[in-house]
């Protein structure tokens, strides 16, 4: 299953490589286009409840800046590490362009289990990541936002600690905050929502039943579990299965996916859940014979030989790099649709340009504002993703993907001019 071994880095690299074939792109400016300008790593020492003093590893990428900001969340993690990091932000950079968000890509985070701290102590440990972060983040210069294990209280201690040591109020320097402390309607869907708007178009561009089709969505987090209500309430399609960390459960007529979000939010986990006939491990979901998989915990979930059983026909990645490269190929040459990352859980970062935007004019839209554009966005962008398929004769979306937003961040590049 889940294969650690697999360097999510390399793997983002092996992904530029792909579509560079397709490209007329120098090795030197491919080299640019596949390492970060810099990295912050650092450590946190941070007093605890009973005294003693934390300490935590915490990074920042900022991987490329050509297309604005650096943009991208804050990962809370025991496995973040340095080349984590620097994929993650890397795909930060090509998610942006492929939805054609006026930001380049970032990303932190922290080495820590959160749920192994209380709430002070977590406080303490953002204020401190936040204090150490001020001289690269801004609100035209590097905009952190939620990842795994963090939220609106998170970014809301970023933005207080930012704004106290600046002396001043800029409620862009971060995204994904509550509505009172200038959130946007629609961020905590939105990750979500572009799952399912993707999962829309795919299958309308397969000819391909939407309602009704069975779904498995592995990770039930913010990203897939708000997929998960989507695709039920939006789409009519049949969730029959659904994981965390702790095991999966199913049902082949369907879960109800709110039910089971609420027993998880008072339970801890998924598993247990009364309207589950049967439960799974999360090997078994991820090779059930579903209409679509939704990957939506961490990288590496499918491997080379767990992605020769996989037998969905339709994989919409909600995670960011659930798949390895060998997983890509075997599928690919299986036939099985990948929809990736950079486009089905672009609406975070998109929803989080909105909230940027509203900030940046203090000036706040509907949340059937916020739905309307994201759609619009993750339409358009995924109408040029198949025309590049079809025209350009690559060989899945993900290449796809990567020649639309390579060319974006290209062309920025190369516009800039060179400084003497
Ligand atoms: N962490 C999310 C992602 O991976 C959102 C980033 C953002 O909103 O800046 O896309």
């Not at 987090?221 to 702790?246: E, W, Y």
Request: proline share 4%; aromatic share 8%; charged share 30%.
């Amino acid at each position: 299953m889940a294969d650690d071994d697999v360097n999510p880095f390399e793997s983002l690299q092996e992904q530029i490589d792909d579509a560079a074939a397709y490209l007329d792109v120098g090795d030197d400016v491919l080299e640019r286009l596949k390492n970060p300008e810099r990295v912050l790593e650092t450590n946190l020492s941070v007093e605890l409840d009973d005294g003693d003093v934390g300490v935590f590893r915490a990074y920042r990428s900022q991987f490329n800046g050509d297309r604005g900001p650096y943009k991208g969340g804050i990962r809370y993690h025991p496995g973040v590490n340095r080349d984590e990091v620097k994929a993650l932000s890397g795909w930060m950079v090509y998610k942006c362009a492929t939805v054609d968000i006026p930001y380049g890509g970032g990303k932190g985070g922290i080495q820590i289990d959160p749920s192994a701290y209380s709430e002070t102590e977590l406080e303490r440990i953002t204020r401190s990541f936040a204090t150490e972060l001020r001289p690269l983040i801004g609100e035209d210069r590097d905009i952190p936002a939620p990842d795994v294990n963090t939220g609106q209280r998170e970014m809301n201690w970023i933005k207080d600690t930012y704004e106290t040591l600046e002396n001043t109020t800029a409620p862009g320097v971060v995204t994904g905050k509550t509505i009172e402390s200038g959130g946007s309607l629609g961020r905590v869907e939105a990750t979500g929502r572009s799952t399912m708007l993707t999962a829309r178009e795919a299958f309308d561009h397969l000819d391909k039943e939407m309602s009704d089709a069975s779904v498995a969505v592995q990770g039930y987090g913010n990203a897939g579990s708000i997929a998960a209500q989507l695709v039920h309430d939006d789409l009519d399609a049949s969730v029959v299965a659904v994981s965390d960390s702790s095991g999966a459960v199913y049902n082949p007529d369907g879960l109800d996916p709110h039910e089971v979000k609420r027993f998880k939010n008072e339970t801890g986990s998924v598993s247990g859940y009364d309207g589950a006939t049967e439960e799974l491990t999360n090997e078994e979901l991820l090779t059930l014979d579903v209409d679509l998989l939704i990957p939506a915990a961490l990288e590496n979930a499918i491997d080379g030989d767990l992605a020769a059983d996989v037998e969905a026909d339709v994989i919409v990645e909600a995670a960011n790099g659930p798949l390895t490269p060998e997983a890509d190929e075997v599928l690919t040459d299986r036939d099985v649709y990948v929809l990736p990352d950079i486009l089905a859980n672009a609406g975070g970062v998109t929803v989080s340009y909105f909230e940027w935007v509203q900030n940046r004019q203090r000036f706040y839209w509907t949340e059937e504002k916020v739905n309307e554009e994201l759609e619009r966005h993750i339409v358009e962008a995924f109408d040029e993703l198949v025309r590049t398929f079809e025209n350009e004769d690559v060989p899945n979306f993900r290449t796809a993907a990567y020649v639309v937003a390579i060319r974006r961040v290209l062309d920025a590049y190369e516009e800039g001019g060179s400084w003497p």
